[in-house]
């Protein structure tokens, strides 16, 4: 009985890091960000001659690649989990929860997305985890209208409170 509890509770530890593994990555993305509007560029983009609307769309594309390769490697991490014969039934269902829940988050994200970029904007990336969204906005500035039409957009979307929804622009 207790075997299975600790493996149960380190599944759900092991699903709790890989969560906290990508909202790090948004936070230090969010702040290499902020530092690039803040006026520095760094060697690489002064060697590319990138300008604002290609460092944004650099961004874009690169957010949604990390946040694939950081979905397989979680959804790879939970079939080792599911497909090891040492591992007990409820840690499976677990596991399988977990990819669920990822494919939801997934097909949330997508919509939540095409829905900004229907409302006029040119670009968004949006991050559902732990009952918490992050959205960013490719804009010059966001007033609080847009913010709120944003957050609204999320909230319809899923089950997060205003509160829990994060939206940050870039230009």
Known sequence: MMILKRKQLSLIMLALLVCFAGYLNFL????????????????????GN????SYAEDFFSRARLERESGRS????????IINNVNTDVASKETAQRGILEMADNTETE???????????????VCYINNAQANVVVKA???????????TEIVAEQTSIPPE???VVEIN
């Open 73 to 80: 490697k979680s959804i790879e991490t939970f079939n080792e």
């Open 28 to 47: 230090y993305s969010d702040q290499s960000v902020q530092e690039a509007g803040s006026g520095y560029m760094g060697e690489a983009k002064l060697v």
């Open 50 to 53: 990138m300008g604002k609307d």
């Open 164 to 166: 829990k929804i994060k």
């Open 110 to 124: 997508t919509a939540i997305e095409n829905l900004i970029k229907a409302r006029g904007f040119s670009d968004a």
């Open 140 to 150: 010059e500035s966001l007033d609080e209208m847009q913010v709120a039409l944003i």
